[in-house]
């Protein structure tokens, strides 16, 4: 079992629609990121959050450490939202950037 | 402020022969961190490197890859005697004195052939 699991593995959405992605783990966290990755391969940092709920734009995250248990929101969703988003968390025992990510969660957002 | 730059964009070599990704960290940015994307694989950690120091390198295979930050200059991650499975994409990312979130290079896209 991985470390960090991630659902769904896919995800087909209307525009418009809101949409929630799921990220458990089961090692103990100093941080958790959300990452996006877009078709062309790029890297964007979300949020990092360790503790209860941040916001930006249209996207929330939040993480509840006693579930182990973080997710992704994404309001009003859009075409251009389509991407890769990946969940990946720093251990207790790691050092900075050091992560541990899931397998990513593959948006795809239609007109 | 230009963001983390990674060249080059892609590399295509034969096995046997080395590679050299650069990665050059934001401007006030002394950490840098490695990544490597096996196709149809999550990211993996190599390394963490502040300048003329290697901080972290449990992610990084025990033969052939190295990496440097020198003082001056980008961080380098070198892999000798390529073979078909160092195909993959390498990532770099870099974040300030103590703090993240990291931002992330467009990454370097090694083909072995």
């Known amino acids: 079992k991985n470390e960090v699991e991630q659902s769904p593995q896919n995800l087909t959405a209307q525009e418009g629609e809101f949409i929630t992605i799921n990220c458990s783990y089961s090692?103990?966290?100093?941080?958790l990121h959300w990452l996006q990755q877009h078709p062309g391969g790029g890297i964007v940092s979300l949020f990092m959050?360790?503790?209860g709920k941040k916001k930006h734009g249209r996207l929330i995250a939040t993480i509840n450490i006693q579930e182990k248990h973080s997710s992704l929101h994404i309001t009003a969703s859009h075409p251009r939202d389509s991407a890769v988003y990946i969940c990946?968390?720093?251990?207790?025992?790691?050092?900075?950037?050091?992560?541990?990510f899931g397998k990513g969660t593959k948006l795809s957002v239609k007109p | 402020n230009a963001g983390v730059m990674q060249n080059p964009r892609h590399l295509v070599r034969r096995r046997g022969q080395e590679a050299r990704l650069r990665c050059s960290p934001m401007?006030?940015?002394?950490?840098v961190y490695w990544y490597r994307q096996l196709p149809e694989e999550g990211l993996k950690f190599m390394v963490y490197l502040q300048k003329e120091n290697i901080i972290d390198e449990s992610g990084m295979p025990k033969e052939r890859f190295s990496a440097e930050f020198p003082k001056e200059g980008p961080s380098i991650l070198r892999i000798q005697q390529v073979v078909r499975g160092d195909s993959a994409a390498y990532f770099c990312?870099?974040?300030?004195?103590?703090?993240?979130?990291?931002?992330f290079g467009n990454g370097t896209r090694l083909t072995v052939t």
């Open positions: 090692v103990g966290i100093s941080a």
């Open positions: 990946a968390v720093m251990t207790g025992g790691g050092s900075q950037g050091n992560l541990i």
């Open positions: 990312a870099s974040s300030p004195l103590g703090a993240t979130p990291l931002h």
């Open positions: 401007k006030g940015h002394s950490h």
């Open positions: 959050l360790s503790s």
